[in-house]
């Protein structure tokens, strides 16, 4: 049986770049966005929207766009709102017996239950996850502090919801995981390492 590794994060927390970092230094595969775009191929709906519907709750007003042209309302996106995490039930089995494998968000810690896998949860304080946003845009400074900040905490409430419709559990919470990484004011790197040893 292959080793698989989940990763649930926070928006800011730092878990893309951990789930990525991990993966390179253990030489396992590692997927994120991939997953997304195997579902769109599997169901011929665009990225756009699977991204957006495996981000939140779904929601039966929400429109589809199949290729660019159709949008489609009520019982027809809530079927393809069932496609889509069938498919990313597949998509993500798939890919854990394929080979030794970090892969992140989407509820595979869930979907992948009976394959045992090691299940990570990263997390940290609002301070934190804002000077990681920062980070990534070339002009900091211009970012509205207050909005970003509303931004982050919406981000991880569609993801606790998101989760609890489809699992029934509650995201973040330390019974649903082997270990909870606070990130806050440490690098990355370090937080790896530690955990890569778990491995060796």
């Given at each position: 049986m292959n080793n698989v590794i989940t990763i649930g994060r926070e928006f800011g927390s730092g878990g893309r770049e951990f789930g990525r970092l991990l993966a390179e230094k253990l030489g396992y595969e590692y997927y994120d966005k991939e997953i997304?775009?195997?579902?769109?191929?599997?169901?011929?709906?665009?990225?756009?929207?699977?991204?957006?519907?495996?981000?939140?709750?779904?929601?039966?007003?929400?429109?589809?766009?199949?290729?660019?042209?159709?949008?489609?309302?009520?019982?027809?996106?809530?079927?393809?709102?069932?496609?889509?995490?069938?498919?990313?039930t597949n998509v993500i089995t798939e890919m854990a017996k394929k080979s030794d494998c970090v892969i992140v968000g989407r509820c595979a810690d869930y979907i992948l239950e009976d394959l045992n896998p090691f299940k990570i949860f990263i997390y940290a304080d609002e301070k934190s996850k804002i000077e990681r946003c920062l980070k990534k845009v070339d002009e900091p400074e211009s970012v509205n502090v207050k909005k970003l900040k509303r931004q982050i905490k919406n981000i991880d409430k569609n993801r606790a919801r998101y989760y609890s419709f489809y699992t029934g559990k509650k995201w973040g919470d330390k019974l649903n995981y082997d270990i909870c990484i606070n990130t806050s004011d440490i690098e990355i790197s370090e937080a790896v390492s530690v955990i890569e040893k778990l491995f060796e």
């Open positions: 997304i775009t195997e579902i769109a191929k599997k169901t011929s709906l665009s990225e756009t929207y699977v991204k957006q519907i495996v981000e939140q709750t779904p929601h039966s007003l929400f429109p589809i766009t199949t290729g660019n042209a159709f949008a489609y309302y009520g019982n027809n996106h809530l079927y393809n709102v069932q496609s889509i995490f069938r498919e990313q």
